[in-house]
């Protein structure tokens, strides 16, 4: 079975980092797409960034700049570094997982998905 379980959520004060991961089990993952997206209240999940197989990277203009997608293929984990938080990035974070490779912005095109963490940012 597999099992995709994210980390590191919390509250943060805005300008302040947070690390999200996301650990996957029950296969490997080392030959697919990642993501990480994000659903605030009363809005649409979205995407905020993208990672294929070969480490090439995409971001939501929202947060280019300030988060950082990785993997790391021996762990089947991965990782979503923010920093410069701010209030608008309050939300709760899934990660997910294609199978496949490319790069892909719908959450239509991810097979297996966390349970979500919040990420609460003060003003």
């Known amino acids: 079975q597999v099992q995709l379980v994210e980390s590191g959520g919390g509250l943060v004060q805005a300008g302040g980092s947070l690390r999200l991961s996301c650990a996957a089990s029950g296969r490997t993952f080392s030959g697919s797409a990642m993501g990480w997206f994000r659903q605030a209240p009363a809005k649409e999940r979205e995407c905020v960034a993208v990672?294929?197989?070969?480490?090439?990277?995409s971001y939501s203009d929202s947060v280019r700049g300030r988060f950082t997608i990785s993997r790391d293929n021996a762990k089947n984990t991965w990782y979503l570094q923010m920093n410069s938080l701010k209030f608008e990035d309050t939300a709760v974070y899934y990660c997910?997982?294609?199978?496949?490779?490319?790069?892909?912005?719908?959450?239509?095109?991810?097979?297996?998905w966390g349970q979500g963490t919040q990420v609460t940012v003060s003003s």
């Open positions: 990672i294929n197989w070969t480490g090439t990277t």
């Open positions: 997910a997982a294609r199978v496949g490779g490319g790069l892909y912005f719908s959450t239509r095109d991810y097979n297996y």
